[in-house]
């Protein structure tokens, strides 16, 4: 009798489909809207790494070009004057915000000081426009995995209650359950790993531009 019910508990087993659909289709709807939440996240995440991943390469590419023009040129002012109107250069935009400031008001009362503030908020509004969406890849980092891990705990929850309805405790009972519970976890994993990895990539790469607008800044200042 023992080895009947075993045969059919391994048979239950081997019969289920373990795909990823299914899975997806057979969890109740909290599980559903845990698989939702991160597949959406995930999604969004790779979104804003690619663009950031472009951004970065276009900017470094664009301030180096403007760097090696501007400090080529005869003077500030000149080259101001010979800069596209649609320019979109961090760095670009810094020194062309500075340079209105300074032609608008000419006094050399408190210059240095007027400029330094000026070329600063520059700086800081660049770098804020910069790190749109860094916010949104810490957060799916930090909370991915526990978002996961709420999806696996109600998953095998449900899978103990499943036992207790049946008076069963065969693999092929809980094994469904199981299974996805954990699909939750692993994509709560899948989606915060390269959300982390690329936040700390992005952040150091903005860290590094920053210095680099504001030693272009302190030399600015050297030549006004």
Do not use: C, H
């Not at 969890?27 to 790494?49: C, T």
């Not at 340079?99 to 660049?126: A, P, V, Y």
């Amino acid at each position: 009798m023992e080895a009947d019910i075993s045969t059919q508990a391994v048979g239950l087993a081997s019969s289920a489909d373990f795909s990823l659909i299914n899975l997806f289709l057979r969890a109740d709807i909290v599980v559903k809207s845990v698989i939702l939440i991160l597949i959406v996240s995930s999604i969004y995440s790779w979104a804003v790494i690619i663009e950031k991943f472009r951004l970065f390469k276009k900017i470094n590419e664009t301030t180096e070009e403007f760097e090696t023009r501007f400090w080529n040129s005869k003077s500030a002012e000149s080259f101001y004057n010979n800069l596209p109107a649609n320019i979109e250069d961090p760095m670009a935009l810094v020194f062309k915000d500075a340079m209105q400031s300074l032609l608008k008001k000419k006094s050399k009362i408190d210059l240095n000081n007027r400029m330094t503030t000026m070329l600063e908020t520059g700086i800081e509004k660049q770098i804020n426009k910069i790190s749109k969406g860094f916010t949104f890849l810490a957060t799916v980092g930090s909370t991915a995995p526990f978002i996961g891990l709420f999806g696996t705990v109600w998953g095998i929850m449900n899978s103990f209650q499943s036992i207790a309805i049946s008076r069963n405790t065969s693999l092929a009972i809980v094994a469904p359950g199981i299974a996805e519970a954990l699909f939750a976890t692993a994509l709560g994993l899948l989606a915060a790993i390269p959300a982390v990895i690329a936040y700390n990539k992005f952040n150091n790469d903005s860290i590094k531009y920053s210095q680099k607008l504001e030693n272009f800044s302190k030399r600015f200042l050297t030549i006004i």
